[in-house]
């Protein structure tokens, strides 16, 4: 299986902070993807990346933005955090050949 | 995308009881993934079942892709199946690993 690990499983940030969020990955597999859960909205893609630096817009990108300088490691942006980006963040990684996706342990961050 | 749909939303259960869990979808996938989000909130992985059928201990779990559904079965529930349990598929020729989810079915097991 693929381990996935994000650095922060709680974050409380306050409203205009810039919030980096980090997710490793140890299978040495080019996509990765970051997913922000809501109560009774399930789950939603914001970016994802196929490869180092490459990157693509999710269903809900606005407000996020990402980077992939290494391999292994895929991390989400807040540039100014907002009440509303008060959320769990998910980010996963699929099995290769499969695409089975395996998720990390979530970061639960909450912005006053 | 691919809309995807679960039903019941939430199920109260006895423990020892059975039920199933379905999900819809509206497109052709490749890939179809049941998980159980337990109480800290980590997404654990039940079963990648894109077709065909497959049991795991009390769970099971049944794709039907011509018609576009999927049952996921617990049978003698306990009460740490309580969570959320969330449907997820993949479409043709998606990015390997890009899953669109249901809402979820929210399962409550009382002792």
């Known amino acids: 299986d693929v381990k996935v690990t994000q650095s922060s499983r709680y974050l409380v940030k306050r409203t205009g902070e810039k919030v980096f969020l980090e997710c490793v990955q140890d299978m040495d597999h080019e996509n990765m993807f970051w997913y922000r859960q809501d109560p009774g909205l399930g789950l939603r893609l914001i970016y994802f990346s196929y490869d180092v630096k490459m990157k693509e817009k999710g269903d809900i990108p606005e407000g996020y933005s990402v980077s992939r300088e290494k391999k292994e490691r895929f991390s989400l942006i807040l540039e100014s955090a907002s009440t509303n980006q008060t959320s769990m963040y998910l980010c996963?990684?699929?099995?290769?050949?499969?695409?089975?996706?395996?998720f990390g342990e979530g970061s639960r961050l909450t912005v006053l | 995308g691919i809309q995807v749909e679960q039903s019941p939303p939430d199920l109260i259960l006895q423990e020892g009881a059975n039920s199933t869990l379905r999900c819809n979808f509206s497109?052709?996938?490749?890939?179809l993934q049941w998980f159980h989000q337990n109480p800290w909130g980590q997404l654990i992985n039940l079963f990648y079942?894109?077709?065909g059928t497959k049991q795991n201990g009390r769970l099971s779990a049944t794709t039907v892709a011509t018609e576009r559904y999927s049952l996921l079965y617990i049978s003698s529930s306990q009460t740490t199946d309580s969570g959320v349990y969330f449907c997820a598929v993949g479409g043709r020729g998606s990015t390997l690993g890009r899953l669109y989810f249901g809402r979820g079915t929210q399962l409550t097991v009382w002792p």
């Open positions: 497109d052709s996938v490749n890939n």
């Open positions: 996963a990684s699929p099995s290769p050949g499969s695409g089975e996706l395996f």
């Open positions: 079942i894109p077709s």
